[in-house]
């Protein structure tokens, strides 16, 4: 038994007392170190970054609720207690914004909408992007620069695809790209380099930060479409060139890889449907039989060799027939593989003769788009008159293509005669596809 004047005893009777207030109606109130659910806060930090519940009016006069109002301008007088961010005054979100790390802005654009419309402010001002080149050019100093530009192109996309998880779908996304392209282009220009978003991770990097979107699903190939044409007004020239110069072999890859790397990134789009708008903004027929080469094989790239597969020239002809690329097309296409095959072959880069891939995406594309039974006879002659020339112009020891073409062209000859033959024996009579056929026989036999 504790004497009574002892500190244990003193403490009980305190409790005691307490307890007893409280039954008798008395303040019911959790103490300064417990929050209202009973908890105890040891992190003062993390309680100030909460939201203050407001206790309902009763015996004690609670507070009056904040303003609906995301952002309170510092004109309108400071509240008696700025116990969340979201409760500090419009002017101090830059203020404070401009000194962060591009680490930490990214965690403060999760924390509430307000700031985050605040961080997308920042993401459109000229300010950022001239800081954003600035750490960029500072890297070319380091011992190793690449994994310095890495590291800040790491940061500047996490810092977007923070942004852009709270913009409410596609629309509002396209509309932030639109609103960033015009000061990234004169950062750009001010410092004579490359752009960070891009240069570093591609356009693949820049375009998953922008499928981190709310309602992601609601992408498509024309809105992705649409947001390379934004990005085209800029540096990048994605889509633009000068309509008076075909592109080289060299440049339709790099083409092809920024539209693939960046089409694929949205989980939603097919990358395929993407590339037939694109080749119809293209006015060059010679375009975009590159385009499409490069984006199913490889026959320039610095760092690739030569890879053409008779799997590629499958997939090339399904796409091609997919695409209802008109005929002239499909020949300017042939025309293309035909003379990149043919250098492989004189170079020995690989081991097959004939074109082997060459005819092989030919008869995958016929096959799949009904040619020549369902193409009309201008079409039909088109085509016929390029198998003539790519015959004439073939060299004399090549007898592997010539037999290919030829086998071909009876192919194609007997799938003209074949509904006619019962006219043919019965009446003699011959129409367009009989006179057709019978010419593709000339022409494997010339």
């Given at each position: 038994m504790h004497p009574v004047g002892s500190s244990t005893t003193r403490a009980a009777m305190s409790r005691a007392n307490d307890r007893s207030g409280t039954e008798a109606g008395g303040d019911d109130r959790t103490t300064d170190d417990e929050d209202e659910d009973g908890d105890f806060q040891d992190d003062r930090h993390l309680q100030a970054l909460k939201r203050k519940r407001w206790q309902p009016a009763g015996a004690h006069a609670a507070p009056e609720p904040p303003s609906s109002e995301p952002l309170r301008s510092a004109a309108a007088g400071p509240r008696a207690h700025a116990t969340t961010m979201d409760d500090l005054p419009l002017e101090v979100y830059p203020l404070i914004i401009a000194h962060l790390q591009m680490h930490a802005a990214a965690r403060l654009a999760l924390v509430s909408t307000v700031w985050n419309a605040a961080l997308a402010q920042r993401l459109v001002s000229a300010d950022f992007h001239t800081r954003l080149q600035a750490d960029y050019a500072a890297c070319r100093g380091s011992k190793e620069p690449w994994k310095e530009y890495l590291a800040v192109a790491d940061d500047a996309l996490r810092l977007l695809g923070a942004v852009t998880c709270r913009l409410d779908g596609?629309?509002?996304?396209?509309?932030?790209?639109?609103?960033?392209?015009?000061?990234?282009?004169?950062a750009h220009d001010r410092f004579e380099g490359e752009e960070l978003f891009f240069h570093v991770k591609g356009f693949g990097g820049f375009a998953e930060a922008l499928n981190k979107c709310r309602r992601a699903s609601e992408w498509s190939a024309e809105k992705v479409l649409e947001c390379m044409d934004i990005l085209g007004q800029g540096p990048f020239r994605l889509l633009e060139k000068a309509d008076s110069i075909s592109l080289h072999l060299e440049e339709a890859c790099n083409l092809a890889n920024d539209i693939q790397s960046f089409a694929g990134a949205f989980s939603s789009v097919d990358d395929e449907a993407v590339l037939k708008l694109c080749l119809d903004k293209m006015p060059e027929r010679s375009d975009r039989s590159k385009v499409i080469m490069s984006w199913f094989a490889c026959f320039f790239d610095e760092h690739e060799p030569y890879d053409f597969t008779e799997d590629d020239a499958a997939r090339i002809g399904l796409f091609v027939a997919s695409a209802a690329l008109p005929i002239a097309?499909?020949?300017?296409?042939?025309?293309?593989?035909?003379?990149?095959?043919?250098?492989?072959?004189?170079?020995?880069?690989?081991?097959?003769?004939?074109?082997?891939?060459?005819?092989?995406?030919l008869r995958a594309w016929a096959r799949a788009a009904s040619f020549p039974?369902?193409?009309?006879?201008?079409?039909?002659?088109?085509?016929?008159?390029?198998?003539?020339?790519?015959?004439?112009?073939?060299?004399?020891?090549?007898?592997?293509?010539?037999?290919?073409?030829?086998?071909?062209?009876?192919?194609?000859?007997m799938e003209l005669l074949a509904p006619h033959v019962l006219v043919l024996e019965e009446t003699g009579v011959t129409d367009g596809p009989v006179l057709d056929a019978t010419r593709l026989l000339q022409i494997v036999s010339a």
């Open positions: 596609p629309a509002t996304t396209i509309e932030l790209v639109r609103r960033m392209v015009p000061v990234i282009v004169q097309d499909v020949v300017d296409l042939i025309d293309h593989l035909r003379g990149q095959e043919d250098e492989a072959e004189g170079a020995d880069w690989i081991g097959t003769r004939g074109c082997l891939c060459t005819v092989a995406t039974t369902q193409w009309p006879a201008q079409a039909r002659t088109s085509m016929f008159v390029a198998l003539s020339r790519w015959s004439a112009t073939n060299a004399a020891a090549d007898v592997a293509f010539e037999g290919r073409v030829a086998k071909l062209a009876i192919n194609w000859a």
